[in-house]
């Protein structure tokens, strides 16, 4: 189908050159499809001077900021455009095999899984497919939901929403979330694909949102959201990391199970 794979890159040229966009040649992805999303024209130069032409199609000038570029994204595509977002970062993918020992094995088709997404959307009536959040087999199912679960910001898609889904809280700090609950929201229903999940270094890879003082803006974003969405965020302090970390809930479903116990 006619997707567009956008990957937002902020002085990473190294490190996207040899992750994202030669996973994205793994899998044959054509590189008319591929455009790398940059700051500014300096960081545009950077990136032509590094990156290999034969594995991407065009490099985009955006604007400065994870939140900003994210929103400038969905700004510069057409309304309803078939948009596949990948982090710079993804060195792999798995997917779920409960026939070998620790239930994954190397993704075998990219392109597979983005049509999958695509036409779970249009299955749900919805425009937002994501894929399971953690890279271990053991956590992963063979199925697909379409209620309120969240989709990790490394990899997803979506036909693409304009001004209806917009990243305003924070600087990049569980935009993931938010862009979940906002799609959720208005649609009713967000595709996710459990028996897939991209191979990245959260909170390790150098740039990106690695600045400052992250886990001060964590907590400040983490309030913001809870009172911008109050009844659909929760903390989760069982997930081991050192982040603060949070979960989604379905305020309207809750209130449905509360009903039926009375």
Known sequence: MDYSIVVPSYKR????????????????IPKEKIFVVVADKEQQAAYEAVLDPKTYG??????????EVRNWIFDHFPKGAPIVSCDDDISGFIEYDASVKRHERPLRSLKEIIKRGFSECKKADCRFWGVYPSANGFFMKPTVSTDLKFCVGPFWGCFNPKGDVKIDIGQGEKEDYQRTIQFFQKDGAVVR????????????????????NRFKRE?????RM???YPGWIKLNPTRKSKMPEIRLMDPTKVKNVTKKKR
């Open 219 to 223: 907590h400040q974003t983490i309030k």
């Open 58 to 67: 065009k490099i985009l000038v955006g604007v400065p900021g994870l939140p």
């Open 13 to 28: 040229p190294e490190g996207c050159r040899d992750k994202t966009l030669a996973v994205l040649h793994h899998y044959r």
């Open 226 to 228: 809870m009172k911008r």
């Open 193 to 212: 694909l459990n028996f897939v999940a991209p191979k990245t270094a959260v909170y390790k890879t150098p740039g990106g949102l690695q600045f400052g």
